[in-house]
């Protein structure tokens, strides 16, 4: 029989964001899957290039779904496809959204959708050390205090699990149907990575 005391301890650390990823998604709807699927393919490569024109670089964009289906409408009204793929952009510029969005807009138009926008750090390496520094120092705290009221002493660690979370993670969701302004302002924020430990002491 396992004795002892298990506890769990959190560590929270915050730090500025350094990236900014953006999803873009370029939708049709036609008649039939080829027009469908050439009229998206057109608008991506347009979109692409206007974002390579804004100094994104090909190794921060990539495509992160493409989709075909038939889009249902309203019985015996006419058939239709929808295609529409999806591009991720992901860059250190987080004061470049507006310019981004815009000359996504300028060429795709109402084609254009903004899914969604997150700021996140690059190498969590030391923030996750600390955020486990924190979290063993608590749990280690909570079980000493839980042992002094069961009349016990703390003897060695037995085992340790962790969870780790991270946030929070901002995004909106925009239909781009004409242009914004470029002076949009988004703020980045503080972003958080948390880390939990559930750990076992034996008795002394």
């Given at each position: 029989m396992e004795t002892g005391v298990k506890v769990v301890g959190s560590g929270q650390v915050s730090t500025v964001p350094?990236?900014?990823?953006?999803?873009?998604?370029?939708?049709?709807?036609?008649?039939?899957?080829?027009?469908?699927?050439?009229?998206?393919?057109e608008r991506t490569d347009a979109v692409i290039a206007a974002l390579r024109g804004?100094?994104?670089?090909?190794?921060?964009?990539?495509?992160?779904?493409?989709?075909?289906?038939?889009?249902?409408?309203?019985?015996?009204?006419?058939?239709a496809y929808r295609s529409s793929h999806t591009?991720?952009?992901e860059t250190k510029d987080?004061?470049?959204?507006?310019?981004?969005?815009?000359?996504?807009?300028?060429?795709a138009g109402n084609d254009l959708g903004l899914h969604g926008l997150q700021f996140d750090v690059e190498d969590k390496t030391e923030?996750?050390?600390?955020?486990?520094?924190?979290?063993?120092?608590?749990?280690r705290e909570?079980?000493?205090?839980?042992?002094?009221l069961a009349g016990y002493s703390l003897g060695s660690v037995t085992s340790v699990s962790e969870t780790y979370g991270h946030g929070p993670i901002r995004e909106v969701a925009?239909?781009?149907?004409?242009?914004?302004?470029?002076a949009i302002n988004i703020t980045p924020g503080d972003h958080t990575i948390e880390v939990s430990l559930v750990v076992h002491f034996s008795w002394a």
């Open positions: 350094d990236v900014l990823r953006v999803s873009f998604s370029v939708e049709h709807v036609a008649p039939d899957v080829a027009a469908a699927v050439a009229r998206v393919g804004q100094g994104v670089e090909a190794s921060q964009l990539g495509t992160s779904a493409v989709n075909v289906f038939q889009d249902y409408k309203e019985p015996g009204g006419p058939t591009i991720t952009v987080l004061t470049g959204f507006g310019r981004l969005l815009n000359a996504a807009v300028d060429v923030l996750l050390t600390r955020a486990r520094e924190l979290a063993f120092q608590q749990a909570k079980a000493a205090e839980l042992a002094a925009l239909s781009a149907g004409k242009g914004f302004d470029s």
